[in-house]
């Protein structure tokens, strides 16, 4: 499984942002689809998936603001961004789950940087 994610930007506080994330290669086995982010020196943290069926879960502090969804045509996922703070900027990486039998793997793409500017 490959991941391309793409949209990232400087955006002032208040405004949108999109980012997509392509997947490409063997997807029929991923199981949840998302995106994380990382700022220096703090741990990644979830912040949208998107589950095979459906169900989308979000971290507290972007519920309300973000969506997650796809486009299973295009195998690719979209994160709107919206009424975006500072402590928003960070990298967003694009991360895909699948299990393989009694096996689960993680993928990653490479992060696009948010910043917002206040």
């Known amino acids: 499984v490959q991941l391309q994610a793409s949209g990232g930007g400087l955006v002032q506080a208040g405004g949108s942002l999109t980012l997509s994330c392509a997947a490409s290669g063997t997807t029929l086995n991923i199981n949840v689809i998302g995106w994380y982010r990382q700022t220096p020196g703090k741990q990644r943290e979830m912040v949208a998936e998107i589950s095979r069926g459906g169900t989308t879960s979000f971290a507290d502090s972007v519920k309300g603001r973000f969506t997650i969804s796809r486009d299973n045509a295009k195998n690719t996922i979209y994160l709107q961004m919206k009424s975006l703070k500072p402590e928003d900027t960070a990298v967003y990486y694009c991360?895909?789950?699948?299990?393989?039998?009694?096996?689960?793997?993680?993928?990653w793409g490479q992060g696009t940087l948010v910043t917002v500017s206040s």
């Open positions: 991360n895909a789950g699948e299990v393989v039998g009694d096996l689960e793997y993680r993928y």
